[in-house]
């Protein structure tokens, strides 16, 4: 079974530039999810999918982070304009969708804002 | 809000000893309590998870974490741990309610087992 893919692997941008991130979840996971995991921190959610639906974006900094679901499989993060503090690894993880399913996390992507 | 508090940053141990990586909870709802563990350069993988049922949970590694509704904490335990153990270890949360699954992670304990 194939895991959680996600590109591109390192992303290195000026502030003020934008970036955007890929995701593709697993074959028939309803829930993805966007994590930012700064150095030294745990994963912090940003946003939930539930099919092409949000469910939770209350962590999402909406004055320059937006995401996208289309069709209810591959998703979009983007930054627009980045910011020095940023800089992050950005996870995708996806899961069935039922409660105290297992979230299934993709490599990630390691923002560098300079 | 649920939150998360991983006591030690990092823990050193030596191969065949024991290793106890502590974890506390807040939560204003009932939970269900999970380990995540990355090893190097790689992604984050499910080490055990607690739901319901028996308060003691085991991986197929030889870990064991131990739910503590009083003292809510989750501490991961291992009785003899190898090289191969090293790695960073995550605990998290999710709330007890349909719709809402995300997970709130502690900082996470860096495992280093020495030779």
């Known amino acids: 079974e194939a895991g959680v893919a996600q590109s591109p692997r390192y992303k290195i941008i000026e502030k003020r530039q934008s970036v955007a991130f890929w995701c593709n979840p697993i074959?028939?996971?309803?829930?993805l999810y966007w994590y930012q995991q700064i150095l030294g921190q745990g994963p912090k959610l940003l946003i939930q999918?539930?099919?092409?639906?949000?469910?939770?974006d209350s962590q999402l900094p909406k004055d320059r982070f937006s995401a996208e679901r289309l069709k209810g499989v591959d998703s979009t993060l983007k930054i627009q304009p980045a910011k020095l503090e940023d800089s992050a690894v950005y996870l995708c993880?996806?899961?069935?969708?039922?409660?105290?399913?297992?979230?299934?996390f993709g490599p990630g992507t390691r923002l560098t804002v300079l | 809000a649920q939150s998360v508090t991983q006591l030690d940053s990092q823990v050193p141990v030596f191969e065949e000893a024991p290793v106890e990586l502590r974890c506390n909870y807040s939560?204003?709802?009932?939970?269900?309590l999970f380990w995540y563990v990355q090893y190097p350069n790689q992604g984050l993988q499910l080490l055990l998870k607690?739901?319901?049922?028996?308060?003691l949970v085991e991986s197929i590694n030889g870990f064991e974490a131990e739910f503590n509704k009083s003292q809510t904490s989750f501490h991961l335990r291992k009785p003899s741990v190898h090289i191969s153990d090293t790695a960073e270890y995550f605990c998290?949360?999710?709330?007890?309610?349909?719709?809402?699954?995300?997970?709130?992670f502690g900082k996470g304990t860096k495992l280093s087992v020495i030779p």
């Open positions: 607690y739901l319901s049922g028996s308060t």
């Open positions: 993880a996806s899961s069935l969708g039922q409660v105290g399913n297992e979230q299934f």
């Open positions: 074959s028939g996971h309803a829930t």
């Open positions: 939560s204003s709802v009932s939970v269900y």
């Open positions: 998290a949360v999710s709330p007890l309610r349909a719709g809402s699954y995300q997970l709130t």
């Open positions: 999918f539930q099919n092409n639906g949000v469910v939770d």
